[in-house]
């Protein structure tokens, strides 16, 4: 018997098809890309009328900013940074991050995130303030410790660095190391900049302007 075609607007299981449209996007924007990603493709891989796309998110840029922040995989690397001893936290974030890179479920994620962020100013505003309050300033509050903002920043430039050239760029032979002969190198860099000395107090500091 063929099955009927779903009729425009709210359908029961509002909440579940949400999440629908919200798993839709995720592989969409993993896929695709953020300029390649249309509502009306979502709402067909959701089976759903791209009215109701709309109507929950209202925009493509609303529906990236919902996909974005929906169960964020760097979320584990916050829950890390408050767990276990700060001698060793270096290599376990080191060691994790690039896990979720090489996950197949979380690594196109990650990616898709790198490349919007260059794809139009509206998303990398949205990465911006993504990376800002639901990954840096937590793992700032998790470290605990002087500076603990720039120590985040620096944790997550780096580690954003050598993920575009391990991941996105395959830049050899950071590319073709193994991934825990990677975590072995940059954790010494990782946990300095979580617990080292920042500043060199034989140097002095003159504001600038």
């Known amino acids: 018997m063929p099955q009927q075609k779903r009729a425009g607007g709210r359908r029961p299981g509002a909440t579940r098809t949400r999440e629908e449209i919200l798993e839709a996007a995720q592989r969409s924007f993993a896929d695709s890309g953020y300029d390649g ?43 890390l940074a408050g767990e276990g001893e700060a001698a060793d936290l270096g290599m376990r974030l080191a060691r994790r ?11 196109p994620r990650m990616l898709a995130v790198i490349r919007a962020a260059t794809a139009a100013p509206s998303a990398s505003a949205m990465v911006t303030a993504f990376m800002t309050d639901a990954v840096m300033l937590p793992l700032a509050r998790a470290i605990d410790a002087d500076d603990a903002e720039l120590r985040a920043a620096l944790t997550g430039a780096y580690l954003l660095g050598v993920a575009t050239a391990r991941y996105v760029l395959r830049i050899g032979p950071l590319a073709s190391l193994p991934r825990q002969d990677a975590a072995s190198i940059l954790a010494p860099v990782v946990q300095h900049h979580l617990t080292g000395r920042l500043r060199d107090p034989d140097v002095q500091h003159h504001p600038t302007g």
Do not use: N
């Open 37 to 79: 990603t249309t509502i009306r493709g979502v709402a067909r891989t959701a089976g759903v009328d791209p009215a109701l796309v709309v109507q929950f998110f209202g925009s493509k840029d609303g529906l990236f900013e919902a996909a974005l922040r929906a169960d964020p995989p760097m979320r584990d690397l916050v829950t």
């Open 97 to 107: 991050y690039l896990e979720l890179w090489e996950d197949p479920h979380t690594g």
